[in-house]
């Protein structure tokens, strides 16, 4: 079923005959239903997509085979067969359903044959001609998910692109990746929204539409083995789903090898089949062979083991699952599994194997296989230049975070700026020009939390559908979602700094100043970016990844300098001014602003006294003066009233805040040490709770949570020593604090 919505183009690139259409139409609703009505219904059209894929798709020659696969996970400390003893084999150009009472483990048995389980223990053979499966077999499939996830950014053209780009092998060349991904568009009846944004869920493609994109990424990869599909009709009405259904029959007839699971198809899908693998509950085999005309085969070996003969007008398909026990009586009278054990039919499962494995060893390997052993198609620097590309591509089509950044910088700047205005050479307003550097600082928080959903964001689709398919590599990921914050963060950090630098310093500073403030200033956004991907790379969302930025910011804050000098700080918490990035960033920007400023004490800053009688204030003070005070005399030559300035350099003022001028360089350089740690630490936190599998029985969803509780405790410890009390948590629950310290 289509749900209602609207495409989007992007400007100026809307097709000339729709937008000629459009202006004929009087109702532009009814043009755009009109327009919403290209479905996949249009992809059964015989003529059309089955020329194309008589021409386009090459037929596959490997055959892949699994015997006896066992998979057994561990679930609240008990033991748990999930599949028992499956064993199958899917060839090219057969349609091969997978279906099963509910909680059989259909999905999971086809997450165990595309390789994309990461957790429990599987045992079995799985095989490609009788070889075991190398690094490159899951570039080789294609995996259409249940869950249509694509970049809500990219238009269909693209995101089909982008899959051909990376998953296609580098030999073949970029135009003929372009043409073959145009066939591909041809194929699937995509020619009208093909330039159209994917957008979210009532705003972009339907449901039938998504579907559709969803198939046509996996088919841009041009799988050479075989294509896995998750319920591609769920979701869709009888017309949509027998469409989908169909195409893929298409596809075997070519010659391609297809496995789908499926949910109760109606009889006349059902027979599109060729062949089925049918679950009962624990994962094991009910059935697995030919459907046969009229599904007369698949009746016949279930009729021929005391089953009731299944009626004229009877649903294959749903006669099944009522006697395995999945229909409304809910219970078999016969256990199935068993009888299939002891069959004859599954006897000569295990023979076919034995053939076909030993057939297509002894011909060895086909030509493609041998050529594309790589786990990736395309070397690294082709993966990054793509998926940089791409995301560069998504922050620019969304302008409510781009200008949300931006104006957050320029507001920031103009509010602190304006507030501190040109303040003066009192000790007081040193002291405002200081704590104004101090007032940037604090957009850190707010711009962290801006970046880290976008990287969830990313971080989903690939981890979901590009990682498994081995698009790129998880480095790539990485580096790409740096590389692209860096320019924006350099633009963000010259909105701030022609905001707030001459309305609190003036313009009568040398450039060499006003480049050296510059250029902390974009070196501290650039901190932030990376801090916060540093952060976010390895906890499990947005939420729990701001608590703990928010924690450490405030450790970051509080021991920079500014709200309390070192000397006056314990001597533990001197450790932590000394590590806080923040402190170099400070030291560094106060440094280049007030170096050389003269002190002008305000009135109520001097210190007033009186000479002895006879003398004048100089001469009071002028065995003082000489041994090097710090301050300056204002009326030498007065002989009352003497009035001292106890600072006479905006260097003495830094000094008590161990700041200063000669160590602008040595702080600019700690600082890009920081922010190269961040890099480093973000690859080494996703490596260690997104990629290894821990050590020991914890897995990775386990180490996450456990990331995620002390999170949550070290807020509470942290709030509690500078609140200087324990915060009570609600009545009747423990204390986080309580199980930790």
């Known amino acids: 079923m289509s749900t209602a919505g609207y495409l989007l183009f992007r400007r100026g690139h809307a097709p000339r005959d729709l937008i000629e259409q459009y202006d004929k139409e009087k109702d532009g609703e009814a043009f755009q239903q009109d327009l919403n009505a290209t479905s996949i219904s249009a992809v059964a059209h015989e003529d059309h997509s089955g020329e194309v894929l008589v021409n386009v798709m090459h037929p596959e020659k490997d055959v892949f085979t699994w015997r006896n696969v066992i998979y057994d996970i561990t679930i609240k400390g008990e033991p748990r067969r999930l599949l028992d003893n499956v064993s199958g084999w899917v060839r090219p150009g057969t349609l091969t359903a997978l279906m099963g009472v509910s909680g059989a483990g259909k999905t999971t048995l086809l997450d165990v044959l595309a390789r994309r389980i990461t957790t429990g223990v599987i045992t079995g053979d799985m095989l490609v001609n009788g070889r075991p499966l190398d690094t490159s077999f899951q570039r080789k499939t294609g995996y259409v998910q249940q869950r249509d996830l694509h970049l809500e950014t990219t238009t269909v053209r693209e995101a089909l692109r982008f899959s051909a780009m990376l998953r296609q092998p580098k030999s073949v060349s970029k135009a003929e990746k372009y043409a073959y991904v145009e066939d591909v568009i041809k194929m699937l009846n995509m020619e009208d929204f093909s330039g159209a944004v994917v957008g979210n869920p009532g705003e972009g493609l339907n449901v039938e539409q998504r579907k559709l994109l969803t198939i046509g990424v996996e088919l841009a990869a041009k799988p050479a083995l075989l294509l896995f599909l998750d319920e591609p009709t769920s979701g869709l009405d009888s017309q949509s789903s027998w469409s ?130 790589h786990e990736f198609a395309m070397p690294f620097t082709s993966q990054v230049y793509h998926v940089t590309v791409r995301v560069f591509q998504q922050y620019w089509r969304t302008p409510s975070y781009v200008w949300g950044k931006l104006l957050l910088g320029f507001m920031t700047g103009v509010f602190v700026g304006f507030s501190f205005f040109l303040q003066s050479s009192s000790i007081a307003g040193l002291q405002y020009v200081l704590f104004s550097i101090f007032m940037l600082t604090t957009i850190f928080s707010t711009l962290v939390q801006q970046i880290m959903p976008r990287f969830v964001m990313q971080r989903s689709l690939f981890e979901v559908r590009e990682r498994p398919s081995r698009a ?126 003269v002190v002008h004490c305000a009135r109520n800053e001097l210190a007033i006294f009186d000479p002895p009688a006879g003398t004048t204030c100089g001469q009071y003070l002028q065995k003082y003066l000489s041994l090097g005070a710090p301050g300056a005399l204002y009326n030498p030559s007065a002989t009352q009233a003497c009035e001292y300035c106890p600072l006479s350099s905006a260097d003495q003022f830094l000094a008590n805040s161990e700041i200063s001028w000669s160590q602008r360089w040595r702080n600019f350089g700690i600082g890009w040490g920081y922010i190269a740690f961040n890099m480093v630490a973000t690859v080494v936190l996703y490596y260690l709770f997104r990629v290894s599998k821990p050590a020991g029985k914890k897995s990775p969803k386990k180490w996450m949570s456990l990331a995620k509780y002390y999170a949550t405790a070290t807020g509470y410890w942290v709030r509690s020593i500078f609140t200087k009390r324990r915060e009570m948590p609600p009545k009747g629950k423990e204390h986080v604090c309580d199980r930790i310290f």
């Open 244 to 373: 989908i259904v169909t195409f893929l029959r298409k596809l075997a007839d070519n010659g391609h090898a297809v496995l789908s699971t499926i949910h109760q198809p109606s009889a006349i899908l059902f027979q599109e089949f060729h062949r089925l693998l049918f679950l009962a509950e624990g994962g094991k085999t009910v059935y697995f062979g030919d459907i046969g005309k009229n599904s007369r085969t698949l009746l016949d070996y279930f009729e021929s083991h005391g089953a009731e003969p299944c009626g004229p007008s009877d649903n294959p398909a749903e006669y099944i699952l009522d006697i395995v026990g999945a229909g409304p009586t809910g219970k078999s009278e016969q256990d199935w599994p068993s009888i299939w054990n002891n069959s004859e039919e599954a006897r000569r499962v295990q023979e076919d194997i034995d053939r076909i494995c030993a057939r297509k060893e002894k011909d060895g390997p086909s030509q493609e296989l041998t050529e594309t052993r």
């Open 472 to 597: 790129y590599s998880w480095q790539v990921f990485l580096l790409a979602n740096m590389v692209v914050e860096i320019p924006y963060q350099i633009l963000l950090g010259i909105i701030v700094w022609a905001s707030l630098y001459y309305p609190v310093f003036g313009v009568h500073q040398s450039s060499e100043r006003q480049g050296l403030f510059i250029i902390y200033t974009i070196q501290f956004f650039i901190f932030a970016s990376t801090f916060a991907q540093m952060v976010i790379s390895g906890l499990p969302d947005a939420e729990t990844a701001g608590n703990v930025a928010t924690t450490l910011f405030s450790l970051m804050l509080t021991f920079n300098g500014v709200l309390q000098i070192p000397k006056a700080l314990p001597g533990f918490w001197t450790f932590l001014w000394r590590v806080s990035p923040l402190t170099y960033t400070v030291g560094g920007l106060a440094a280049v602003g007030l170096h050389d400023r």
